[in-house]
């Protein structure tokens, strides 16, 4: 079974520095992997998505992930952080379920505080 | 319709009583989940609906909850003689089975139990 694993409940930093939130996965299949974010009082939306192909994703608001394979790692990074990231990120795996459907299992969330 | 949409949006109810969760999901997306966000907890499976396929309910903490989906469209998540310890927001997501599955939230309901 898959699980997806996010090392830091909860990450201050103060605001234009730079900022990485940590993701590790198992699985015995090959992976699809997801950022989502949650502002404050706010639904779950897509930060950004790696299916295949290049291993450096880009996301909206100037989020990027590298997908690690041997390391079976997807961290998030920004290198200039704002005030209005403010919010709880949540890394999460698709796999395969059950022959051929698929499955989204999500980590716990980091709470990104910014500070000024 | 455009997005996941849940009902209602704020629910407080008093302890003991029973409470109903509905979640429409998108058009045509066979997969159909439930989690709970506590505050401070995190994102907590409850059950996943897959097209045809029995659900799988692992998530599910006690026998007070339960799921269907109804037509493969509209799930409700029922919560029988509530708990203060139940209050937390429930959020629906639905994806498709097939391909990248990735999934797409309601707003949620936040329940209040008093």
């Known amino acids: 079974a898959q699980s997806v694993t996010q090392l830091d409940s909860q990450v201050p930093v103060f605001e234009e520095a730079p900022v990485e939130l940590r993701c590790n996965y198992s699985?015995?299949?090959?992976?699809?992997l997801f950022w989502y974010v949650q502002y404050p009082n706010q639904g779950l939306q897509l930060l950004l998505k790696?299916?295949?192909?290049?291993?450096l994703v880009k996301g909206i608001n100037g989020f990027e992930a590298e997908f690690n394979k041997s390391q079976t790692s997807f961290h998030l990074r920004k290198p200039s952080v704002h005030i209005s990231d403010t919010a709880e990120y949540f890394c999460?795996?698709?796999?395969?379920?059950?022959?051929?459907?698929?499955?989204?299992?999500f980590g716990k969330g980091t709470l990104l505080t910014v500070n000024p | 319709g455009a997005g996941v949409s849940q009902s209602p949006s704020n629910k407080v109810t008093e302890k003991g009583k029973d409470v109903e969760l509905r979640c429409d999901p998108i058009s045509g997306h066979t997969a159909l989940y439930w989690y709970r966000q506590s505050l401070g907890q995190g994102l907590e499976f409850l059950i996943y609906f897959q097209g045809n396929s029995a659900p799988d309910k692992s998530g599910l903490p006690s026998d007070r909850f339960s799921a269907e989906r109804t037509g493969g469209s509209v799930s409700t998540l029922t919560i029988q003689r509530t708990q203060q310890e139940d209050s937390a927001v429930y959020l629906c997501?639905?994806?498709?089975?097939?391909?990248?599955?990735?999934?797409?939230f309601g707003q949620g309901t936040r329940l209040t139990v008093v």
């Open positions: 699985s015995s299949v090959s992976v699809y």
């Open positions: 790696y299916l295949s192909g290049s291993t």
């Open positions: 999460a795996v698709s796999t395969l379920s059950g022959g051929s459907n698929y499955k989204l299992t």
């Open positions: 997501a639905s994806s498709l089975l097939k391909g990248v599955a990735e999934a797409f």
